[in-house]
């Protein structure tokens, strides 16, 4: 296909449809492109949301507490020992 077939083909293209329906068309298509994208990556603010929960998820806080024990018997409190 050579240049001069692109520019008629361009031509008819712009006499159907006009410069101001071209002008829309290709907004939308930019616009729709730009959300199909975003779409694909996430939204910035929510992958870092989620970064956030996986870090803490894989590495919980350290604290300096120590876990109760459980020093009861298995025996009912009304029997004395």
Known sequence: MSITHIVLLLLVVV????????????????GAMRDFKKGMDGDEEAKAAREREDKLRADPPVTGQVPP???????PRDRAP
């Open 69 to 75: 024990t459980h020093t009861e018997s298995t025996e």
């Open 15 to 30: 006499l159907i449809f006009g410069t101001k329906k071209l002008r829309n068309i290709g907004s939308d298509l930019g």
